[in-house]
């Protein structure tokens, strides 16, 4: 059975930090690229981070570049996405996402809600 469950979302002070984590089960981590996506409220989800196979190259939506970094530990099945100096505008439901594109597979975790808020 598949599995992909974020956590570590929370509300934080602008100028905070939070640090969430996705752990999966049911298929194999290391062949899939993990991707970081969220949605803020009345607007479409959007890429905001993902990172390859082997944790070797990454990429990030322009506005959170130099703020959050996305890593991944395929021993442990999990991927990270550190988040620095939020901004308001980062209060949105993250996802994490598995992307195979051999096997045009993916599968979707249920998300994990980030207020940055005084």
């Known amino acids: 059975q598949v599995q992909v469950a974020e956590s570590g979302g929370g509300l934080v002070q602008p100028g905070g930090s939070l640090r969430l984590s996705c752990v999966v089960s049911?298929?194999?981590?290391?062949?899939?690229?993990m991707r970081w996506h969220r949605q803020a409220p009345g607007k479409e989800r959007e890429l905001v981070a993902g990172?390859?196979?082997?944790?070797?190259?990454?990429y990030y939506l322009d506005s959170v570049k130099g703020r959050f970094t996305v890593s991944r530990d395929n021993e442990k099945n999990t991927v990270y996405l550190q988040m620095n100096s939020l901004k308001p505008e980062g209060t949105a439901v993250y996802y994490c996402?598995?992307?195979?594109?051999?096997?045009?597979?993916?599968?979707w975790g249920q998300g994990t809600q980030v207020t940055v808020a005084s």
């Open positions: 996402h598995a992307w195979n594109s051999n096997i045009q597979r993916n599968y």
């Open positions: 049911g298929f194999t981590f290391s062949r899939y690229e």
């Open positions: 990172i390859t196979l082997s944790g070797g190259d990454w």
